[in-house]
C-alpha cells in the first residue's frame, strides 16, 4: 500500500509540472522575444576615474517567473549608464495569465531622487472592459498596480526605462557617482489569497563616471588666435575651461566648462601662471560674477600659481552652458625690442573629492601638461594690428528686423531703425577712437541710445558726439555711457560722430542684431549692449520725393582712431591710417507684402486605444513672420490614423487678440485615406488671428477603441488668401499630396506642420464596438445624431451604423471566437436601431479569417459570464425575411492569429423614429466568447460606461418679422434678428415670454426697425410647411408655452401692424381677411358673403 501510494504521489507531481507548462503555453505567457543578452566586459569607475576593469553584473538575471508559471517578468537588459554597451534604454515586461480577481505590483526603484541615469515611463495600460493600471509615484520608486478586476485575459504589458543623458539637470551633488544597484520587486495577489506573495526580485546596476577635459587657458579679450602678442603692464583676460560631464551616459557629451557641481564635493584647481603675472582679483571677480563659492586668487603673488577653490557644489551643469573660468591680469614687465615668450614652469591639477554610491570618499585628480604661455610683442612694432586689413578693430551692423524688411504704414510702431556694434580686439587701449554713423535720406531717425558694460566695456563711462542733421544743422555734446543722445532741432540725424572716452584692449559691445522678424515692431530689442538708432520711416525723402515699395535704404557704420588705427600699406611702404566699415540695406515694404508664420504644437497625455481625451493638436507661435496676424484663416486638421475629433471636448484655448476671441465654425469631413479631417474656420468674421501665441486652437482626440500600436502622422495645413505666409507653400503636384485633406483647394494653402501620434494597444485579445450617427464622420465609441438632417454622408439622416472589431494582440492563436451583438429595441425612453440589410465588412488595416460566418436572430442574446448564450436561433442573411426584426448579431471566427485584426464588421440600421427621439440615447449590448468559457467573456452591456452609445439631438430655430403696408402701398416684411430664438427639442419650453406681446414690448426689443405711425394688430405663428423630415413625419407650426419638437423648426412670429393714418387695411396675407383677394373683390364692387366676412373680421380682430 505504501509503495502505492508513493508512485501516485510522483505521478501526481508528474502531472502538475505537465498541467502547469501547458496552462503556460495554452495563454502564450513565454513570449517569442530575443533577449538582449549582457556584454562580457564592463568598465568600472576607480577612485582616479580610471579602468579597473570587468564589473560583476553579467550574471544579473534578465528574466524572473511565478512559482504557477502564470506570470513572467523579463528585462532587455540589466544595466545602464556610463558603461560599454549600455543600451539606450531598457524595456520591463510583464507577461501574464490575468484571471479576473487577480491583482499584480511591480516596484520599479528610481535611479535617484532626482534624475539619476533612467527615467521610468508611463507603461502600458490595460483596457477598462479588463481591468486597470495604475502607476503610483513615491520618494524612490514608481509602483504599477494592475488589477484584472473584470475579465481574465493574456496580456503583456511594458514599461521603459529611458536612458538619461548628459544634458539632464541633476541633484548637486549627486549621491549615485560609480556602481550602483536598483531591485525591482513583484507580488502576485490571487482572489483567494489573504496577502500578497513576493515574486523573485530583478536587479538593475547603474554606472556614473564623472570625467573631464581641461585646456590651457588661453586669452580671449583680445583674442589669441588673431592676437598672438601683446603689450606688459596692461590687463588682458583669459579663461580656463575644466570641460567635466557628469558621467552618467558617456565621457565626452554636454561638458560644463566650469566644475560639474553634480559631482563636485569640493575641487582645487592649481594653475602655475607665466613668469611676472599678476592676477587682477577684482577685476576677475566682476568678470566672472559668480553665484555661487568660487574664489580665484594668487596668495603668492606676482608670478605665483592662481588657485581656484570650488567647494561642494558650487560650479554649473552642462544645460547651463556657463563658460569656464575667466582670469583678469597681466604679464608684469615692459615691452622689448623683440617678442618675448613668458611660459609657466609647472603643470596644471586639478584635485576633485566626490563620495561614491556606497559612502566612500574618493578623489578624481587631472594633470595637465600644457604649460600656459604667453607673448609680449616688440615695441618697435607700429601697426596696431599683428595682421593687416583692420582685423583688430571691428563693427557690425543690422537692421529693424532680421529679414531687413522696413514697413511703410502710419502710423509706424517701430522704436529702432538699425542696431550697431564695435569691438577693439587690438593690443592697445584707444582713447581717440571714433565711430561714425552715415543715416540715409528717408530714416526719420532722432536718437541713439549708447551702450555701458563695466566688464566688456571696461572704463567706458562717456561719449562725446558730433550731429549733423538733415537741414545742415551742427548739434554736440556729451552724454553717459548707457545715456541717450537726442536731436534738439527737429530734423534727423544723416551723420552721427561717437568718441567714446576709452575703448580697452579686448572692449567690445554684443554683434548687432535684432531680436525680432516683425518689420513694424522691435521694441522688445531693447536693453542689449551695442547701439540703438531710433527713429521711424519717413513718408517723404530729404527732397521731398515719396518713400515707397521696394526703395533700398543703405545705413553704415565705420571705426576708427587716428593716432593708432594704422597698418602698414605694401604699396605706398609706409604706415597709413585705416578704418573698418560695415553697413545695412533694408527695403521698403508695404503692408501687403507682410508675411505671418506658425507652427504645430501636438500635446499627448494618453496613447492607449479608447482614450476619449488623449491629447490635442494646436498651432503655435511662428518664426519668420513680418506680421503677427493673419486675416480670417481656414485651418485643416488632418487627424492621425486611429483618431477622431471629440466634439463634445470642443476646441480648447481660442485664439485672441486685443481682447476679442470668436469662435470659429468647426466641422469634420473623411478625406480619402481614411483620416478625419478638422475644418476650422474664421472665414466671415473680420478676425485678425494671433500668430504670437502659444499653443491655440486646440482640438482634443479620441483614440478609436479598435486602433493598433503604431505611430501615426498627422499635419495641418492653413488656407490665407489674404494673408502671405513664410510657412511652405503646399506643392499641390506632389506625388504624395492628397486633396482630399483640403476640400480640394489649390492655391493659397500653406504648411503649418505636423507631428506624431502614438498608439499603445494592450497585447490582448479584446473585441472593440463602436458607431456612427448622421453627425459622426467616422465611428466612435460616442456617436451623435441630428433629428433632421444630416452633415455626414448619409443620404437618410435615420441612418446609424455599427462597428464590429476582433483584435487579437496577444502572442498566440485565439480560436473558436464568437461576437454577440444585441441592437437597441428603444423602450419608453429610448430608441430602437433596425437593421437594413446584411452585415458587411471593411478589411481597411484588418481581414476576415477563413471560415468567419455572420448569423442574425430576432431574439437578443442572453449574455452571461456563466455560459455561452444558445445559437439555436441564429441564421445566415439568405434566410433573414424581414431585416427590421432581427434584434442580435453573431459573429463567428474559428481561428485568429495572434498580433492580427478581424473585422470591420459594418451593421447598417435606421432609427425609424428619429424625427421625435432628441434627447434620446441609446447604447450597444455586446459579448466576445473565447473558446466556450476558455476565458472569462467581454461583455459591454447597456448603460455600462464603456458601452459604445449614440445619442439624438435637436434644435428648433424660431425667428421673428414684421409686417405692414409703408405710405406707398407696398408690403413690408422687416426680419427682427434680435428675436431669433433656438430651442433644444423634447427639452425647451417655447413661451410667450421669450417674444414681445405688447408694441411698447416689442419698440424696447427692436427700436428703430418698428415704423412710428402703426398699431400692433395681430401676433401670428407661421410654420414651415414646406419642410420634409425623417421618416416621412409630418410639418408643423410651433405652438405657445408648448416643448419644443421637430416641426417647430422654421416657425415665424410675425408682428402684423397698422397704420393709425391710413384709412385702408393691411394686407395681412392668406390667411386674413384683408388681402389681395378680397381687398380687389371690393373695389370691383363684388358682393361678399356675409357668414365669410364675419368670421374672417372676428379672426383678424383676434389676431389670428
Request: net charge negative; glycine share 8%; proline share 5%.
Amino acid at each position: 500500500m505504501r509503495g502505492r501510494r508513493l508512485i501516485a504521489a510522483l505521478l501526481a507531481v508528474v502531472m502538475t509540472a505537465m498541467l502547469g507548462f501547458f496552462t503556460y503555453a495554452a495563454y502564450g505567457v513565454q513570449p517569442d522575444h530575443d533577449v538582449a543578452q549582457p556584454s562580457q566586459s564592463r568598465t568600472a569607475v576607480a577612485a582616479d576615474g580610471t579602468d579597473t576593469g570587468d564589473g560583476d553584473g553579467d550574471d544579473d538575471a534578465l528574466s524572473a517567473s511565478s512559482a504557477d508559471g502564470k506570470a513572467k517578468l523579463y528585462l532587455s537588459a540589466n544595466r545602464i549608464g556610463n558603461v560599454a554597451d549600455a543600451p539606450s534604454g531598457i524595456t520591463l515586461t510583464l507577461a501574464v495569465v490575468g484571471e479576473a480577481g487577480t491583482s499584480y505590483t511591480v516596484t520599479i526603484p528610481k535611479s535617484s531622487s532626482y534624475a539619476g541615469t533612467y527615467t521610468i515611463g508611463p507603461g502600458d495600460d490595460l483596457p477598462a472592459d479588463i481591468g486597470t493600471v495604475t502607476r503610483t509615484e513615491t520618494a524612490d520608486a514608481v509602483v504599477f498596480s494592475i488589477d484584472f478586476k473584470t475579465a481574465s485575459a493574456s496580456v503583456e504589458l511594458s514599461v521603459n526605462l529611458t536612458a538619461i543623458n548628459n544634458y539632464t539637470s541633476q541633484s548637486v551633488p549627486m549621491t549615485i557617482i560609480g556602481e550602483s544597484t536598483r531591485t525591482i520587486k513583484w507580488t502576485c495577489r490571487k482572489k483567494t489569497m489573504t496577502q500578497a506573495e513576493q515574486m523573485p526580485p530583478l536587479t538593475i546596476r547603474q554606472y556614473v563616471k564623472p570625467a573631464m577635459s581641461p585646456k590651457t587657458p588661453v586669452r580671449t579679450s583680445p583674442d589669441q588666435g588673431s592676437v598672438p602678442a601683446v603689450n606688459g603692464k596692461t590687463d588682458y583676460t583669459y579663461r580656463f575651461d575644466v570641460n567635466e560631464v557628469d558621467g552618467v551616459h558617456d565621457d565626452t557629451s554636454y561638458a560644463s566648462a566650469q566644475v560639474n557641481a553634480t559631482v563636485n564635493y569640493g575641487t582645487t584647481i592649481t594653475i602655475p601662471t607665466p613668469p611676472h603675472f599678476v592676477l587682477n582679483t577684482d577685476a576677475t571677480a566682476a568678470k566672472n560674477a559668480f553665484d555661487d563659492a568660487t574664489t580665484i586668487s594668487q596668495p603668492g603673488g606676482e608670478g605665483h600659481d592662481i588657485i581656484i577653490t570650488v567647494p561642494k557644489g558650487s560650479g554649473a551643469q552642462g544645460y547651463q552652458g556657463k563658460p569656464g573660468y575667466y582670469l583678469v591680469g597681466r604679464i608684469n614687465a615692459a615691452n622689448t625690442t623683440a617678442t618675448q615668450t613668458f611660459t609657466a614652469s609647472g603643470d596644471i591639477t586639478i584635485d576633485q573629492t566626490y563620495v561614491d554610491a556606497q559612502g566612500v570618499t574618493r578623489h578624481l585628480r587631472k594633470t595637465l601638461l600644457d604649460d600656459w604661455s604667453e607673448q609680449l610683442r616688440s615695441s618697435d612694432q607700429k601697426g596696431l594690428c599683428p595682421v593687416a586689413n583692420g582685423q583688430c578693430l571691428k563693427v557690425t551692423i543690422a537692421g529693424n528686423n532680421t529679414d531687413n524688411d522696413i514697413l511703410l504704414t502710419d502710423p509706424s510702431h517701430l522704436t529702432t531703425l538699425v542696431f550697431g556694434g564695435f569691438a577693439n580686439n587690438s593690443p592697445e587701449d584707444l582713447e581717440d577712437a571714433v565711430i561714425t554713423m552715415d543715416v540715409p535720406s528717408g530714416f526719420d531717425a532722432t536718437a541713439i541710445v549708447t551702450p555701458v558694460s563695466a566688464t566688456d566695456l571696461k572704463g567706458l563711462t562717456s561719449y562725446r558726439y558730433e550731429l549733423t542733421l538733415a537741414d545742415g544743422t551742427q548739434e554736440s555734446g556729451t552724454v553717459a555711457a548707457g545715456g541717450t543722445i537726442t536731436c534738439v532741432k527737429d530734423s534727423p540725424i544723416r551723420t552721427a560722430k561717437l568718441y567714446p572716452n576709452l575703448l580697452a584692449a579686448g572692449a567690445h559691445t554684443a554683434d548687432a542684431s535684432s531680436c525680432t522678424t516683425l518689420a513694424d515692431d522691435n521694441a522688445n530689442c531693447a536693453g542689449r549692449v551695442m547701439l540703438y538708432l531710433q527713429g521711424t520711416l519717413a513718408a517723404k525723402y530729404d527732397d521731398g520725393a515719396p518713400v515707397k515699395r521696394g526703395d533700398d535704404l543703405i545705413t553704415s557704420i565705420s571705426l576708427t582712431d587716428p593716432e593708432k588705427a594704422f597698418q602698414w600699406d605694401a604699396d605706398s611702404r609706409r604706415f597709413v591710417q585705416f578704418s573698418v566699415k560695415a553697413s545695412v540695406t533694408q527695403q521698403v515694404i508695404v503692408p501687403s507684402q507682410l508675411r505671418a508664420a506658425l507652427q504645430p504644437f501636438g500635446w499627448q497625455n494618453g496613447k492607449e486605444p479608447g482614450n476619449l481625451e488623449s491629447g490635442y493638436l494646436s498651432v503655435y507661435q511662428g518664426y519668420g513672420g513680418t506680421t503677427p496676424t493673419i486675416y480670417e484663416p481656414e485651418f485643416y486638421y488632418v487627424l492621425p490614423t486611429g483618431t477622431v475629433y471629440n466634439r463634445q471636448k470642443g476646441l480648447t484655448s481660442l485664439n485672441s487678440n486685443n481682447g476679442k476671441s470668436p469662435s470659429p465654425k468647426v466641422s469634420e469631413f473623411q478625406a480619402s485615406d481614411g483620416r478625419e479631417v478638422v475644418k476650422i474656420s474664421y472665414r466671415g468674421t473680420g478676425y485678425w488671428f494671433n500668430c504670437n501665441e502659444g499653443a491655440n486652437t486646440q482640438a482634443w482626440l479620441s483614440i478609436l477603441g479598435n486602433a493598433t500600436t503604431g505611430v501615426y502622422p498627422y499635419s495641418i495645413y492653413v488656407y490665407s488668401p489674404t494673408t502671405p505666409m513664410t510657412n511652405r507653400k503646399v506643392d499641390t503636384s506632389a506625388a504624395s499630396w492628397n486633396p482630399t485633406w483640403v476640400e480640394g483647394r489649390t492655391a493659397d494653402l500653406y504648411e503649418v506642420g505636423g507631428g506624431s501620434w502614438s498608439v499603445n494597444a494592450a497585447r490582448i485579445l479584446m473585441s472593440t464596438t463602436q458607431v456612427q450617427g448622421n453627425l459622426d464622420v467616422m465611428f466612435s465609441r460616442n456617436g451623435e445624431s441630428n433629428d433632421i438632417a444630416a452633415t455626414n454622408t448619409f443620404r437618410d439622416a435615420r441612418e446609424m451604423n455599427i462597428e464590429v472589431v476582433i483584435n487579437n494582440g496577444s502572442s498566440i492563436v485565439q480560436r473558436n471566437l464568437q461576437q454577440f451583438v444585441n441592437l437597441p429595441d428603444g423602450g419608453d425612453d429610448g430608441f430602437g436601431i433596425r437593421l437594413t440589410g446584411p452585415v458587411t465588412t471593411a478589411t481597411d488595416r484588418s481581414v476576415v479569417p477563413d471560415g468567419t460566418t455572420v448569423t442574425y436572430s430576432t431574439a437578443p442574446a442572453t449574455l452571461s459570464a456563466r455560459a455561452v448564450p444558445d445559437t439555436t436561433s441564429y441564421v445566415d442573411a439568405v434566410h433573414v425575411t424581414d431585416w427590421t426584426a432581427i434584434r442580435s448579431v453573431l459573429i463567428t471566427v474559428p481561428q485568429l492569429s495572434s498580433n492580427t485584426v478581424a473585422g470591420h464588421f459594418i451593421l447598417h440600421g435606421i432609427d425609424p423614429t428619429l424625427a421625435v427621439d432628441a434627447g434620446k440615447s441609446e447604447s450597444v449590448e455586446s459579448g466576445l466568447y473565447i473558446s466556450g468559457l476558455q476565458l472569462t467573456p467581454l461583455i459591454y452591456r447597456a448603460g455600462d460606461e464603456r458601452a459604445p452609445t449614440i445619442t439624438v439631438s435637436g434644435k428648433s430655430t424660431i425667428t421673428a418679422q414684421l409686417a405692414y403696408v409703408d405710405a406707398s402701398g407696398t408690403e413690408r416684411v422687416v426680419p427682427l434678428e434680435n428675436l431669433t430664438r433656438h430651442y433644444r427639442n423634447n427639452q425647451d419650453v417655447f413661451t410667450k415670454s421669450d417674444f414681445p406681446q405688447t408694441l411698447s414690448e416689442l419698440k424696447a426689443k427692436e427700436g428703430d426697425l418698428v415704423p412710428a405711425g402703426y398699431n400692433l394688430e395681430s401676433i401670428r405663428i407661421v410654420g414651415d410647411t414646406t419642410a420634409r423630415y425623417p421618416g416621412g413625419y409630418p410639418a408643423g407650426t410651433a405652438q405657445w408655452d408648448t416643448t419644443a419638437r421637430y416641426d417647430y423648426n422654421g416657425s415665424v412670429v410675425r408682428y402684423e401692424l397698422l397704420s393709425t393714418a391710413a384709412p385702408h387695411m393691411p394686407i395681412t396675407g392668406t390667411d386674413g381677411f384683408w388681402n389681395v383677394f378680397t381687398l380687389s373683390a371690393l373695389l370691383a364692387g363684388m358682393t361678399l358673403i356675409p357668414g365669410w366676412y364675419v368670421f374672417s373680421g372676428l379672426r383678424r380682430r383676434h389676431g389670428r
